[in-house]
């Protein structure tokens, strides 16, 4: 059973540009959920989506930033015009269907490693 | 809001030494509490997890326990390997709330000398 998959790892975007960063949860997951990753800082939550539904975006930027997970196909986190404090590590989690709660817990990917010049 | 305190690394141990990283919360409701292990340029692995108060998770000769009359979920090995070295984040999730976001602590860096 293969684990979350991120790509790309790593992305280079000069400031301006556009950046979209994919996940693909583990098989039999449908809930996903994105995380930032600040040099030398713990991960802070930014959204949580089941497919093609927006659960909780209560950890996303105002702008530049969205998200979704269509019906097929990865989840996907874009960030517009990016600039320089954008440039972090972006982590994928996912989980199974069922109870809501702590029960199930998260399985991180390997991240995206974003940097901005 | 939830948030999660951790001991500030790095913490440097030699090989077999005995290792404590305290890490208390405050949360609104009944959360779940985790620790998660980041080895360098990976993504986060879980390591143990407790779901109600008095429960010891353990794994790979690692422990904590969910204290709620002291809000804290302290993660000890008895002996560490320097294959241990990694940073280690604790994490609480809400039970009773529907909201899955995971809250973090800020990392403790453990590093690990032969």
């Known amino acids: 059973n293969a684990g979350v998959m991120q790509n790309p790892r790593h992305l280079v975007r000069r400031r301006g540009q556009e950046a979209r960063l994919r996940c693909s949860p583990m098989?039999?997951?449908?809930?996903v959920y994105w995380y930032r990753q600040l040099p030398e800082e713990g991960l802070k939550f930014m959204v949580y989506?089941?497919?093609?539904?927006?659960?909780?975006e209560s950890g996303m930027p105002k702008e530049r930033f969205s998200a979704e997970f269509p019906k097929e196909g990865p989840s996907i986190l874009r960030i517009q015009q990016v600039v320089r404090g954008d440039s972090a590590a972006y982590f994928c989690?996912?989980?199974?269907?069922?109870?809501?709660?702590?029960?199930?817990?998260?399985?991180f990917g390997p991240g995206t490693r974003l940097t901005v010049t | 809001g939830d948030s999660v305190t951790q001991m500030e690394g790095p913490v440097t141990l030699s090989e077999e030494a005995f290792l404590t990283i305290n890490c208390t919360y405050t949360?609104?409701?009944?959360?779940?509490l985790f620790w998660y292990v980041q080895y360098p340029g990976e993504g986060l692995q879980l390591l143990l997890k407790?779901?109600?108060?008095?429960d010891k998770g353990s794994n790979k000769g690692f422990e904590a326990t969910y204290r709620k009359e002291t809000t804290s979920f302290h993660l000890e090995k008895g002996s560490v390997q320097v294959s241990d070295s990694a940073v280690y984040f604790c994490?609480?999730?809400?039970?009773?709330?529907?909201?899955?976001?995971?809250?973090f602590g800020s990392g403790t860096r453990l590093q690990v000398q032969p």
């Open positions: 989690a996912s989980s199974p269907p069922g109870l809501a709660g702590g029960q199930y817990e998260q399985y």
């Open positions: 098989k039999g997951h449908s809930h």
């Open positions: 989506l089941q497919k093609e539904n927006i659960i909780d």
């Open positions: 949360a609104t409701g009944y959360p779940s």
């Open positions: 407790a779901t109600k108060a008095d």
């Open positions: 994490a609480l999730s809400e039970q009773d709330t529907g909201r899955r976001a995971l809250t």
